[in-house]
């Protein structure tokens, strides 16, 4: 298994680090390990690009505070991004191009030479032009470059203490909508809230609510599949959902499936 030792090495050429903190176990690991090694000298920023759930945000918050890491916090709107708000397969692409950006401003204006984030090993099986978007712009993935895995993640992070070492996966709010439907400030808001809603019913950490043309589709993992099963709890989620703004809401019967909406449908 990949080692610490190796990560904490990867920074022995640096003098500065900027550190992109999405509130994720990858990034945080990343920026402990920076931290650790470089102290002052690493800087974690996270992007509130209005498409970021307030509990990711909030999680960035905690786990920089947790580590000891100094934490700048980037604001601006991907919805004034006509590219990205158009919602088509290379939305991810136009996201992280515009990350990329704001990340190099900060870092120029810090005189920082080194940007990095927290993809790594197993990210790259899935269509990701989000990741080759960042790579594009020069942005570094130590995670990736001495070869951790998800796993080696996760075992690592909780080795050293870091209490998100099994937070689920998350993605932006924009991935609930389908391709080729357009992404609203509207939409991401009753996605958010919808989650939260489930979350609070019935306990569990990963959710998704699909948003298919004002359909819910709510997505839990399949073991938690049941907690859905109970008559009287389905139906106040469900008109819950419908108060805050969908027309219909179903159940995925085949579970949370990362990336399941990675096809264009028709507006």
Partial sequence: MTSLIELLNWFDDKDKVLVSLSGGVDSALVAYAANKKLGKNA???????????????????????????????????????????????????????????????????????TIVDGTQSDDMGDYRPGIDALHRNGIRSPLLEVKFTKENVRKIAKNVGLSIYDKPSNSCLASRIPWGQRVTAEKLARIELSEKIIKQKIGVQQVRVRDINGLARIEVELDKLTLLDDVK???????????????????????????????????
């Avoid at 970021?52 to 004034?80: M, P, Q, R, W």
């Avoid at 006509?82 to 401003?105: A, P, Q, W």
């Avoid at 419908?242 to 264009?264: Q, R, T």
């Fill in 43 to 113: 800087i974690a920023v996270t992007a509130d690009y209005k498409t970021l759930s307030s509990e990711e945000l909030d999680s960035a918050k905690s786990v920089a505070h947790e580590i000891g890491i100094t934490h700048s916090i980037i604001e601006y709107s991907e919805l004034e991004n006509e590219n990205f708000v158009k919602n088509d397969n290379k939305r991810c692409f136009y996201c992280r191009d515009e990350l990329s950006t704001e990340l190099i401003k900060l870092s120029d204006s810090l005189k920082i030479n």
């Fill in 233 to 267: 709890t389905k139906n106040e989620i469900f008109s819950k959902l419908k108060m805050i703004g969908f027309s219909k809401v179903e159940i995925n019967p085949n579970g949370y499936v990362s990336g399941s909406l990675n096809v264009i449908l028709e507006n």
